[in-house]
């Protein structure tokens, strides 16, 4: 059967075959780089929670990334098995013939099988190394953010091989769930019905919306129902397009609320409060060093500060300096420090004379500098380096380039997301080219019978467009709700209002994806279009049957 009729069918089919292929290598793309990323971001946890005494954290997120994984592999299997429904659908007449000659259930079984694991494996071989590869150059990317950024742990990136057999093997078991209960179908078809083959029908019994049909055109109608009716067809277009819209969309406002959040409570908070940190592990302040400090152009305000817990109380030490002003203000409020006092109870502010345990003990020692304007905030950071010279003891921030980035670090993610959903959305869009131009003939027919019944070129082209417009659309009109709800849910739990969250909105990520996907809708459905509207309209009624 591979030999004289599987093989040979592939080579004749190839826009079918084309898309099951492209089908196949996005999942298969998907899998690959997701256990890559989900095993380097587990590594990495449970390197740094060892580090930190969080030994539970690992085991967390081993479940939390199993079960990500496996959502996305359900996903996946739904679009594939779409994907051969669509294909091997309009072959039930192939079908009938081979079993009117002696081709048994089994043997077709098989045949179908071969041809879906003979495309899993050429998608395989570029799919699997492209997705580690897209793996390994964010996990570089990260360490490189992390060395910039000065951390203790620095992410590297791991493989095993065992975790390649995982890969392939969630691949195989995805293609194989999918191909098996369509093939099984398939083949359990009777030769008489198989012959017959799929009749052209036209499903219009459509629940009746009157108050929508009063608002609408007769185009409108006509291309919902079209749509209606051929939307088994488009299943795999709805599906990943308004999950990719989902998961973008849900990401993106997550992102712009998370990021007026940390604006307000970190950034904007502390925003008076400092502009350059230094930090220093010791024992105590460095007097001479705070003073220096203090003394360097630019700089309006030095306080040098440590946090050290007792038994039963936390003490805040303050240099002499700081402390008596602090308390002639009388103000009856905590110094204004880059200290989040919520953390702390039972907090004593002291100054460094009061601090008369002494303790060998190693503390970190901030030197908190506040400059006198916003340029001046990189003089005083390179003018501290050059005095800092010589010592490896010390880490320095500076408020200015952290919010920079911040911007950049989310802005990565952002793009990495974009890329992941629009790939994600590649699938739906093949779907809608293959639907648009593989169904040209049996469209001929149907827009034939339009121009019997009266329809104008023009109302044919419009018919073309709101079918366009409705394929790309229907996910934004899904997603709506979610995302209403969502937003909600979020405004309601975190600092922001919708004022703050209206301000951040983002509109123009969001637009860019909704109007990409309605401009290559718009383009398959203008192809598939032009040769419709160029058919003879006796031609195309001559016959009026499907086969």
């Known amino acids: 059967m591979w030999r004289i009729y599987s093989r040979n069918y592939l080579k004749k089919n190839r826009t079918s075959s084309l898309f099951l292929f492209l089908t196949l290598f996005v999942s298969s793309f998907f899998i690959s780089f997701l256990t890559t990323f989900f095993y380097n971001l587990w590594t990495d946890e449970q390197v740094r929670s060892q580090a930190e005494g969080r030994v539970w954290q690992p085991t967390i997120l081993t479940g939390i990334y199993g079960v990500l994984l496996l959502g996305i592999c359900s996903a996946l299997l739904i679009l594939i098995y779409h994907a051969f429904e669509m294909t091997k659908e309009g072959r039930l ?93 398939l083949s359990r078809i009777g030769v008489l019905e ?94 001479e060093l705070l003073q220096r400090i203090c003394k ?13 817990s007792e038994e039963e109380k936390t003490r805040l030490i303050l240099d002499n300096d700081t402390y008596q002003a602090w308390k002639q203000e009388k103000s009856g409020e905590l110094p204004r420090l880059r200290v989040s006092y919520e953390d702390y109870s039972n907090l ?45 003891d010390y880490r320095l921030e500076n408020r200015q380039r952290e919010w920079e980035d911040e911007q950049k670090i989310r802005r990565g993610y ?64 899904i997603c709506l709700p979610f995302n209403v709800l969502f937003v909600a849910w979020a405004l309601s739990i975190s600092p922001p209002t919708f004022l703050d969250y209206l301000k951040v909105m983002p509109i123009l990520p969001l637009g860019l994806f909704i109007g990409a996907i309605l401009a290559f809708t718009a383009f ?8 419709i509207l160029r058919a003879d309209i006796v031609e195309s009624l001559r016959d009026d049957t499907l086969y």
């Not at 502010?349 to 060998?360: M, R």
């Open 93 to 185: 007449h192939q079908f009938g013939i081979l079993q009117s000659i002696g081709a048994t259930p089994r043997q077709l079984y098989m045949a179908l099988m071969q041809e879906a694991f003979a495309l899993a494996v050429v998608s395989f071989l570029p799919a699997l190394p492209l997705g580690i590869g897209v793996a390994f150059l964010i996990i570089w990317y990260m360490g490189k953010w992390n060395q910039k950024l000065q951390m203790e742990v620095v992410v590297q990136f791991v493989y095993s091989p065992g975790l390649l057999f995982l890969t392939a093997g969630l691949c195989l078991v995805t293609v194989w769930l999918a191909a098996h209960r369509t093939a099984r179908r």
């Open 414 to 477: 952002e793009w990495f997301m974009e890329g992941i959903c629009a790939l994600f959305a590649c699938i739906g869009i093949a779907n809608i080219f293959a639907n648009t131009l593989g169904s040209i003939r049996l469209r001929q027919k149907e827009f034939a019978r339009y121009q019997s019944m009266g329809f104008s070129p023009d109302s044919l082209k419009k018919i073309l467009a709101l079918e366009a417009l409705i394929l790309a659309g229907r996910p934004v009109i």
């Open 194 to 287: 198989a012959i017959k083959g799929r009749p052209e029908e036209m499903r219009w019994k459509i629940r009746k919306r009157q108050f929508f049909r009063s608002l609408s055109s007769v185009e409108w109608e006509v291309a919902f129902r079209s749509l209606y009716a051929r939307k088994r067809a488009f299943t795999t277009a709805s599906i990943s397009i308004t999950l990719s819209f989902l998961v973008l969309s849900l990401f993106l406002n997550f992102w712009a609320i998370s990021k007026a959040s940390t604006r307000q409570t970190y950034f904007e908070r502390y925003q008076d409060v400092w502009d350059v940190m230094l930090q220093i592990e010791g024992q105590t302040i460095e007097s």
């Open 348 to 392: 004593e502010v002291i100054s460094l004379e009061e601090n008369d345990s002494q303790s060998e003990e190693n503390y970190q020692i901030f030197y908190q500098i506040r400059a006198v304007s916003e340029d001046k905030i990189s003089k005083i950071e390179t003018e501290i380096q050059n005095l800092m010279q010589g010592r490896l």
């Open 524 to 531: 398959a459905c203008y192809l598939a279009g032009r040769q």
């Open 296 to 308: 360097l152009d630019g700089v309006k305000e030095g306080v040098g500060f440590f946090l050290k």
